[in-house]
């Protein structure tokens, strides 16, 4: 459960860092990427119709080897999507976030201010990738890209590039939602939108950076020392945390909130202890806004002289999360202590994908899907509608049968959603049962 918690942690950089922690296609012996035959096999039995929309996400590429949460799985990545070219029913790939990673850094990592020069060396750091992908395109297959948290600030251009045939969706900074099927009956997002510590917040700090750039929430922050502390070997270090000793009541909502944020940090910040000081300028920001470094503890809330609980960056935050809900284009606003106390729980998301989507009644959506949490699901709703989360790619999680996971949603007049597993001996494994149930 730890590994569960931290890798939902680390994702989101608080659902990013506490991971680090059946009917199958058959087994066919692991084709070498680097050179592939013409005839490699489709990856299931094709039917006639090109009616096949893929997803995957959260695969993590990182600018370093020794910075990256996707090593071990991307030769299989690359054969994946080799085999991806010749199954001629599918129609679409789409990357639902989290494509290549600016969080998954330690705090040791040298300042930089050109993040466009960064996700350059990203992309050099995995052309292996980059240029299956190209070939996927190239193949008839359209690609599509939606924003995740981990590359909230990945410009349109340096994507488009890398792989010139790829269409992006955007709507406003750091978030993306894409619309296809048949009927635009499907709609695909990486789901940190709905998330207080991965949505993009050009809001609680703009008085402290004296700008709106800072889009980076908090989860930034969280990912960078939980990074740290994983690659360090995870330390148990002694820290002294302050602590909130006057729990303020359930109706001051205001105070309740920052609480309830004060809370989820504690927890985790007592499991996670990388060797840095608590009072050591860590966090030197020279980018998104942010011109300054901070130690921990500015990042930590704690019990102000006035009563109130709070911290020197993301001050208050429990005040703007109802703006932040509004630039960010979220459809049905809810409130911060529900979506706080959501972080960790995928039930939050699910909820999420009902209302903004499928019980909405502006919207005309069959099938939700989400990435972000690494938690493969599948929940039929009721009435031929789906919520889905694909799953991860990442090397390392407490639930390798989970690991390498993909969604395919089928479009017609009454679709279908599965999920899939590409195992590392190359067979495609349907995990649909075993993760449609409402546990974990």
Partial sequence: MKKRILSLLLASGLVFSMALLTVGCSPKAAVSPENAPEDTAALWAVGGAKDKIVVISDIHLGIEDKYTETLENKPLLIEFLQRLQNTTDVRELVIAGDFLDEWYLPVYYPSYTDVKQFYKNVIANNQTVIDEFNNVMDSGIKVVYVPGNHDITLEADILQEAMPKIVQARDVKGLGAYYTG???EIVIEHGHRYDVFSAPDTVT??????NDDTIFPAGYFYARYAATWVL?????????????????????VDQYGAYTYYSILKDIS???TPNEGLEEKIFDMRIAGFNDAYTYLDFYPTQQKDGTISAVLFKNIQR?????????????????IEAVSGTLDWKYFFKQAKTQYLENPNENVDVVVFGHTH????QEVGNGKYYVNDGTWVDNLDKPEENRTFAVITTGNKDTAALYKFAQDGSVIDISASVNKETD
């Fill in 232 to 252: 360090e070997g995870k330390p148990k270090v002694e820290k002294n945390l302050p602590v909130v000793t006057n729990v303020p009541d359930e109706s001051d």
């Fill in 270 to 272: 007592t499991y996670m």
């Fill in 205 to 210: 700090n703009a008085e402290l950076c004296g």
């Fill in 182 to 184: 048949d009927r635009n």
């Fill in 320 to 336: 703007t999360w109802d703006e932040r809900q509004k630039l960010n284009n979220v459809k049905i606003p809810n409130g911060f």
């Fill in 375 to 378: 938690g493969p699901k599948l």
